[in-house]
């Protein structure tokens, strides 16, 4: 886990406008966000580029390797299902459970710690005392726990691994609200006669968004591994579909006779990461009004 | 004339790491309707507070007590929601940075708007005329386009009209302003204060003028009260108060204020010594280490508040031009 971003401040809209330029200069970030939107434009479209269903098994062609000569352009796993067709279904999944997880942790804890941190005094501190809590458990045991009562299914691994990424982001932005609260024109809106529901939401959530943007950045490689975690152990996505994580426990299985297996989702997913980080990295770095 | 504001026996305390700091002790005040009332004093002198007291926005920590009636009403101890209804309709404020005191993120039509629908319940299409009327009103030029622009493309005193606009949206019957110059120069300030004149001229809203600065009390108050360690020493009408003070921590404020046509004085005034230690008691009059007519009595017996003539009241116990 990367480090919390530091108090960016309030960010004028003007700075918006400079960030997106100095992001487009930065060169890493303009690949990996190049390789990001390829990667999503693939898992949506790529499979039906290919003749490929991700769960026609061909006996024909178990277990073969990449190779442009037959219809399987990046081999067959050990039981003839297409790689290619397979890994971008993976992509697909993975992708969707990093943004729906990351959008409930955004959700909850946007609200948890702006209400924590603009009330503050005891009602903050019970607030962060239930953070504190939570963050102690076991996060696997949770989610084993979660699956043998519920079973398993996709929504609920959604769910579940949102209801654990807010922790931190409700910590980010509780520490932001408390800054903020001190500040003139929460005290300004206070004077003005707005209520607390009023001022959290219209005027102390809105500045927080630009350390959120960036620690939401980092917070969706974080999910996609926390699945792959997850389904590597078996807990995750179900047969026959498929995510990053289900494919590279089943080519680790056959790692030594066929590497490919390995490698395709392997790479896939490391892309996905490095880029989601650099990215997130980059955008730090073009929001910090102290450096410009 | 009946009074809008009547503060009667406040005291306000804070309590930190177990030391209670006494930052109003019994202090009197009365407004009328329409009125203009300069309250002047040094940092830690307990101003702000009393305007943050009228509000009710002291801090979690502050104990406060006595009355304050607003209207006629008691709102010291008022519940939360009556309070909220108050503020920014009747009861507004404007604070002494203009810089941050517009949140950042919204155009200035849409916050100016923004009081008026919340309010006033206004339609926003009719709130957004009104928020342009505003800002014509008080001297923003080409206003359709500030109207548009956000708080940071516009300079410090541009935005300490846009606040003021923005505090006499609703028609307030009473606006307190908390040092509402000292963040500008002094070009505008001067213009600043002139608004504020227009301003109450127009929507006969009763001003409470806190400042540290007598020159700037001087040109819009037509009372003044002069607040120490806490509490009132002085109160007069403006112009008495500049023409003979009786408390000498007046005559000696007065002394320090600079001026121009003494440009060639060697050096200016300084007032010698600090404001007492609030947390600690302080007996006899607060004043009495750093006065030059002090004497045994004073540091012995805290001199009352007293009328010294039928406008003016002092707490001293060897007024001067008495």
């Known amino acids: 886990m990367s480090a919390p971003p530091e108090d960016l401040g309030p960010l004028a809209p003007g700075l918006w406008r400079g960030a997106g330029r100095r992001l487009l200069t930065d060169r890493a970030a303009t690949a990996a966000l190049a390789a990001i939107f390829a990667l999503i434009a693939a898992a949506i479209i790529g499979p039906h580029v290919n003749p490929n269903r991700f769960d026609a098994i061909d006996w024909g062609n178990i277990a073969v390797g990449p190779s442009l000569r037959h219809a399987h352009w990046l081999g067959t796993d050990r039981l003839g299902r297409d790689l290619f067709v397979r890994t971008l279904l993976g992509t697909r999944i993975s992708l969707a459970i990093g943004l729906v997880a990351t959008s409930v942790s955004l959700a909850v804890g946007i609200v948890y710690g702006a209400v924590a941190g603009f009330a503050g ?5 019970l607030m962060m005392r239930v953070i504190e809590i939570l963050s102690g458990l076991p996060l696997i045991f949770f989610v084993i726990l979660l699956t043998v009562v519920f079973g398993r299914n996709l929504l609920l691994l959604f769910v579940s691994i949102g209801a654990i990424g807010w922790l931190t982001m409700a910590r980010i932005v509780r520490g932001q609200a408390m800054v903020l609260r001190g500040r003139e024109f929460i005290e300004a809106a206070v004077a003005g006669g707005a209520g607390p529901a009023r001022i959290i939401f219209r005027h102390i959530v809105p500045n927080v968004i630009g350390p959120v943007i960036v620690y939401a950045t980092l917070t969706v490689p974080q999910m996609i591994l926390f699945e792959s975690f997850l389904s590597f152990l078996g807990l995750g996505v179900q047969e026959p579909q498929a995510s990053l994580g289900t ?8 790692m030594e006779s066929a590497p490919w297996m390995l490698l395709v989702p392997g790479v896939v997913l490391a892309i996905l990461l490095i880029s989601f980080n650099v990215l997130g990295d980059a955008l730090r770095d073009a929001l910090d009004v102290k450096e410009h | 004339m009946s009074a809008i504001l009547a503060i009667d026996g406040l005291s306000v305390e804070f309590r930190r790491a177990g030391a209670a700091i006494g930052a109003l002790r019994q202090v009197g005040l009365k407004v009328a309707a329409g009125e203009c009332v300069g309250i002047v004093g040094e940092s830690g002198s307990g101003k702000t507070q009393l305007g943050m007291a009228v509000m009710g926005l002291l801090p979690a920590n502050a104990a406060a007590s006595g009355s304050i009636r607003f209207a006629g009403r008691e709102i010291l101890a008022a519940p939360r929601a009556l309070l909220q209804s108050l503020r920014g309709a009747k009861l507004a404020m404007i604070f002494q940075d203009p810089q941050s005191s517009l949140t950042p993120h919204l155009r200035i039509g849409v916050q100016l708007a923004e009081v008026l629908v ?8 009719r709130a957004q005329d009104a928020a342009l009327a ?5 001297g923003i030029d080409d206003a359709a386009r500030r109207m548009r622009q956000y708080p940071h493309e516009l300079s410090g005193g541009m935005r300490q009209r846009v606040l003021i606009g923005m505090s006499l949206l609703c028609g307030p019957d009473l606006l307190i302003a908390d040092e ?8 505008v300030q001067a213009q600043v204060i ?3 004149q227009d301003m109450r001229r127009e929507f006969h809203t009763a001003i409470v003028l806190i400042s540290h600065d007598l020159a700037v009390v001087a040109g819009l108050a037509e009372r003044i009260y002069v607040m120490y360690a806490g509490r009132i020493v002085e109160t007069a009408r403006a112009a008495d108060l500049y023409r003979g003070p009786r408390h000498p921590y007046t005559a000696a404020l007065l002394r320090c204020a600079p001026r121009i046509d003494a440009a060639l004085a060697p050096r200016l005034d300084t007032l010698p010594g600090q404001p007492p230690n609030l947390a600690l008691p302080i007996e006899g009059c607060a004043f009495a280490p750093r006065c030059w007519r002090a ?4 540091t012995r017996e805290r001199p009352l508040l007293l009328p010294a003539d039928a406008t003016a009241q002092a707490a001293c116990h060897h007024p001067l031009c008495a």
């Open chain 1, 121 to 125: 005094g005891r009602v903050d501190h």
């Open chain 1, 247 to 254: 494919l590279i426990a089943e080519g680790a299985a056959e």
């Open chain 2, 118 to 125: 919340f309010h006033r319940k206004m339609p926003r299409r």
């Open chain 2, 134 to 138: 505003m800002l014509r009103r008080v």
């Open chain 2, 180 to 187: 509402p110059t000292t963040a500008l120069d002094v070009a």
């Open chain 2, 194 to 196: 002139g608004l504020l």
């Open chain 2, 295 to 298: 004497t045994e009595r004073c």
